[in-house]
């Protein structure tokens, strides 16, 4: 009877410790619940006790014609630790504004990198380090997706997260410009243009085709190998031309200079126009000679096409020497309606072009009006394609639109408005300079916000400007954001914006089974199945909150509550091992 006394007190005691040891453990859980309550993206745990073995003293009997039946009698040994459990749920998401700050709606995963080990984690306060690399608190690099030299994501493989502020840079050629304005249809249809005689070559002479430019000139005006011909401060409409030079040699003949002459000042020379098809197609310049030798310059049509030549605008070098080999005079001056624009494109480089647009008055009749667009450009670096021989040794500022063949004729309607819509190629040559070559961009007359009509407006000029261009110069990547989908969109400062990466997601099967290893950050477990390495808002990742962290999820009142039941617990087993030492004392008692 002693021994079976005996037993059951020391069983009652263990029974106590054991109640003991894990109303304890329960704290540690909750104590560090409690401590994290501020630890960014962190999720609570809790502790679960499970009864241990129990002593089994009768398996109990079945109900029989003489017994209703006995349930098992058994004794409890204990209690046990079951295990922990991790909750995953969603933290209140707490804006901070700070771009590399992100946080995740959803029940995916951040991927990081330690030393070639991939590990997950929810807390998103990331920091730049010295390779612009977004990187954890403890220095773990982001995970996600590049892009290309395009700026199109390469997915499939995922990499550091890198954005270089202050250091990629991007430039947009301009595929489009769009115009706005009104071509005033009340003003006088273009007749004339400029003609300005530059005197003779030789007196009541007209040079030979093929004539050398050394053999044209009588002295003191005779040209010699080596000499330079320079036209400069010449004026078109008001404007002018840039400079323009042509080396003399050997070889060079008078109709290279007259050629030269045409392209220096821009003039457009027949353009290719079929008169028969083109009726209004005659209002192209020249430079020729005359019957008696007379060198005369033609101009276009166009109060904006009217040239100004005086005589220190030619000028000869020879050898350091300079001389006014010609005596320019005007003797009748371009009219007709017209207006000019000039506006700025850039290259693949970000180079910035100028384009100067001139529109002619060319006709009037039944069917509307008719305006003819002439272009002209400094920035145009090859003028040798241009010309028919392709070998003119000079640098000369000059644009055709595709080829003078190609200057196309503008209709307007009876109502102003223009009959084709279609925008016109324009080409700019970007020989030798590194840039796309040639650069072409479409000119468009009409859109859906802006258009170029053509009313009467009496006592008004006919106006004209580039309401748009998509062309950017080069820029610096100086600011970021993070979409919902991970997508990192770059802000430069010429204004365009790329997408410069994509931030990865990592999902689990079962989440509860990866092993926290410190530091807000969790390794693949046993049972937590392999990552699933994707994008945010799919296979329900969640989305992406940029300027936000996610806080910790632990719910305090309810930690509190644990930690009284905790307290409660740990005195009741507390409270069996006291009884059971006062048991023990009585029996010592009857013993002595």
């Known amino acids: 009877m002693g021994e079976r006394l005996l037993m059951a007190s020391t069983t009652a005691l263990f029974s106590g410790l054991a109640g003991l040891n894990v109303n304890a453990r329960r704290l540690e859980v909750i104590g560090n619940n409690i401590s994290n309550v501020n630890t960014t993206s962190f999720k609570s745990n809790r502790i679960l006790f499970t009864s241990a073995f129990n002593r089994t003293f009768s398996l109990g009997t079945g109900p029989s014609s003489l017994s209703g039946g006995t349930n098992p009698g058994q004794v409890g040994l204990g209690v046990g630790i079951a295990g922990t459990q991790r909750s995953f749920s969603n933290g209140a998401i707490n804006a901070t504004g700070i771009d590399t700050d992100l946080a995740i709606e959803g029940d995916g995963f951040f991927i990081v990198d330690r030393g070639g080990e991939q590990l997950f984690t929810r807390a998103g306060a990331f920091q730049f380090n010295s390779q612009n690399d977004l990187v954890t608190l403890s220095g773990e690099r982001l995970q996600g997706y590049a892009v290309d030299d395009m700026f199109n994501l390469v997915t499939g493989r995922v990499v550091p997260v890198n954005i270089p502020v202050g250091t990629l840079t991007v430039a947009e050629a301009t595929q489009s410009v769009t115009l706005s304005g009104n071509l005033n249809a009340d003003g006088d249809t273009a007749t004339t243009g400029s003609v300005i005689n530059l005197g003779t070559f030789e007196v009541g002479a007209v040079p030979a085709v093929g004539t050398t430019l050394l053999t044209a000139l009588d002295p003191p005006y005779a040209f010699v190998d080596g000499d330079t011909l320079t036209l400069s401060g010449a ?49 192209d310049g020249s430079v020729t000679i005359d019957g008696t030798g007379n060198v005369i310059i033609e101009g276009n049509r166009g109060t904006f096409n009217d040239l100004v030549i005086d005589t220190t605008n030619i000028v000869v070098d020879s050898g350091g020497t300079t001389s006014n080999p010609f005596t320019p005079d005007k003797t009748t001056e371009a009219n007709g309606e017209s207006i000019r624009t000039t506006f700025v494109v850039y290259d693949s480089l970000g180079t910035e072009l100028q384009i100067d647009l001139t529109m002619v008055l060319a006709h009037k009749d039944d069917e509307g009006t008719y305006w003819r667009p002439m272009f002209h450009s400094a920035d145009d670096t090859d003028l040798q394609n241009h010309l028919e021989n392709g070998t003119l040794p000079v640098a000369a500022p000059w644009l055709p639109s595709g080829g003078e063949e190609d200057l196309p004729l503008l209709r307007f309607d009876n109502f102003g408005v223009l009959a084709d819509t279609a925008p016109i190629t324009v080409s700019v040559d970007r020989l030798d300079t590194g840039a796309l070559n040639p650069m072409a961009f479409d000119l468009a007359f009409t859109s859906p916000g ?13 106006t004209l400007a580039a309401v748009h261009q998509d062309g950017s110069p080069i820029g610096t990547l100086n600011s970021f954001s993070v979409g919902t989908d991970g997508i990192i969109t770059g802000g430069f400062t010429n204004g365009l914006t790329r997408t410069i990466g994509q931030v990865a997601i990592g999902t689990f099967r079962n989440p509860e089974g990866l092993v926290d290893v410190g530091n807000n950050l969790f390794g693949v477990g046993p049972n937590s199945g392999t990552p699933l390495v994707t994008t945010p808002l799919e296979f329900g990742t969640g989305r992406i909150v940029g300027g936000a962290l996610e806080v910790s999820n632990v719910d305090l009142s309810a930690e509190f509550i644990n930690m009284i039941q905790t307290q409660t617990g740990y005195s009741a087993a507390a409270r069996v091992i006291s009884t059971t030492d006062q048991l023990l004392q009585q029996l010592l008692q009857i013993g002595g």
């Open 450 to 462: 802006d258009s170029v009509s053509a009313y009467s407006d009496t006592g008004s000029s006919s």
């Open 235 to 283: 004026e078109r409409g008001g404007k002018v031309v840039p400079d323009a030079t042509l080396d003399i040699t050997a070889t060079t003949d008078v109709d290279e200079l007259m050629e030269f002459f045409r392209r220096a000042l821009g003039i457009y020379d027949q353009g290719g126009f079929d008169i028969a098809a083109d009726p209004y197609a005659d209002d």
